[in-house]
Structures are given as C-alpha cells and as structure tokens.
C-alpha cells in the first residue's frame, strides 16, 4: 500500500502546507473521524454513542486545549471522514494544517472496515513522509475528541526517547510522544502495526512490539482526558 508520492508533486497541489511558513519545536498529529460509520467494530456493534455534532464539538475542545497546554505547537488535524463546507473552514481555521482523507479511497475502506486502529495508523503513515521535511524537536500524537489536561506538560515529555504511557501490559495511544531523531524508528513501528491491525489485534499492544526498551521512556501520567466512544466511559490519564 502506497502512503505518500514524490514531495514535489504533493507540494504543488498543496499550497498551504505550514512548512512553507514556519516550524515549531512540536507538532500535535490530531487524528479525528467526526463523522463514522455504522458498520460494527471487531469488537463492538457501537462505533460511537455520540452524534457528528458532538464528536465536532469534542474535536474542537482538543484543538482548544492543545492551544492552551501547549501554545507554540504546529497543530495538524487529520481528518478521515466527509465534512460539510462550514464544519471544514471551521476546523481550517481552527489547526496550522487541516488535512482531509476522505477522498483517499484506501482511508476509506480503513474507516468503514471493522479495524479502526487500522484507518489511525493508514492517517499517521500517510503524513510523516511530509512531516520529515519539518524542522521540529518532538511529534505529539493525539486522538481526536481527547483533551490535554491540567496535568499535561509537554516539558514531561522526553526530547531523545518515545514518551508513552504503560498500562496493563498495554501502551496507551491517545497520546504518545515521538522525537525528531526517532522518526524512522516510529514509522517502521507503524508500518508493522498496520499489517498487524488489519488481522484485528489492536494498536496499543503492538505498537512498540520489538523496540529496545532504552529507546522507551514509561510516563507516570499523560496529562490526557475525555469519553471513549463506543461507551461513554471517562478516561484520565
């Protein structure tokens, strides 16, 4: 599967990528999926108990509190579903970058398919090959309708190491740092857990399958919070 073509063909259909402009020593990836499908989960027959105004609604207090916890950041918004033109220029006019998959027909299928880590991992794959080109110290990666807390602090987070989170055998992505020198490390990571999240094991146990564990920093607490979709739970991090 193909995820980027040659930079200087992408650059010249894509004028307002932020790199042109200006580089920031973080970049928030805020992947997102305002509107889903009804098809099950592998695991769940609910993909969301809430409704597209909601999760827009959600996806706006993320892109809120990464303004507020960390101000300087590049904030880019991954966005795999069909929105309408108001809720575009309000997301666009919200991020740095506002980047739409939904006419990517291999995001698609991903979005619409049982695997949801699988449309993640297809959307982060997708930007790093651009993202290489930028002049940062650390990537954040966020989910979308999650907010950074009181707690966050992006000084926590390591400059030379991938920042996660452990948690009953499991490294939790909602968020994860990854620093400017392990970006290779990251996108290979990627790529295997793409291959292993469209046989149906989940993200979080595979992402680092096989990383040296010097290379791993373990967070005490993230500085993360906000409702799980398929039940409503409130999670804090």
Same mark, same amino acid.
Request: include cysteine.
């Given at each position: %599967? ?51 105004? *909601? ?32 809720? %575009? *220029? ?37 930007? @790093? ?36 989170? @452990? ?36 993200? *979080? ?16 607490? @993230? ?15």
């Amino acid at each position: %599967m193909r995820f980027s073509e040659t930079l200087r063909s992408w650059f010249d259909r894509h004028e307002d990528v932020p790199v042109r402009v200006e580089c920031r020593s973080c970049i928030f990836l805020i992947t997102s999926a305002i509107r889903v499908s009804e098809t099950a989960l592998s695991y769940t027959t609910t993909r969301s108990t809430y409704s597209a105004h *909601e999760r827009m609604a959600q996806t706006l207090r993320t892109i809120r509190s990464v303004r507020n916890r960390a101000p300087d950041s590049l904030i880019v918004l991954l966005e795999i579903s069909e929105v309408c033109a108001r809720e %575009m *220029e309000t997301l666009r006019s919200a991020v740095d970058w506002f980047v739409s998959l939904c006419g990517d027909p291999g995001a698609v299928a991903l979005r619409d398919g049982p695997f949801k880590g699988a449309a993640e991992i297809y959307m982060l794959l997708w930007v @790093l090959p651009v993202l290489r080109y930028f002049d940062y110290v650390k990537v954040f990666k966020l989910s979308g309708r999650y907010q950074l807390s009181e707690r966050f602090d992006v000084q926590r987070f390591p400059d030379d190491k991938l920042g996660f989170l @452990l948690r009953e055998g499991s490294y939790s992505t909602r968020l994860y740092s990854v620093p400017k020198t392990l970006e290779r490390l990251y996108r290979q990571q990627l790529r295997k857990a793409f291959r292993a999240a469209t046989r149906g094991d989940s993200i *979080e146990a595979v992402i680092m399958r096989g990383v040296p564990s010097e290379k791993i920093e373990l967070l005490p607490y @993230l500085g993360v919070c906000g409702h799980i979709a398929v039940n409503g739970d409130y999670i804090d991090e």
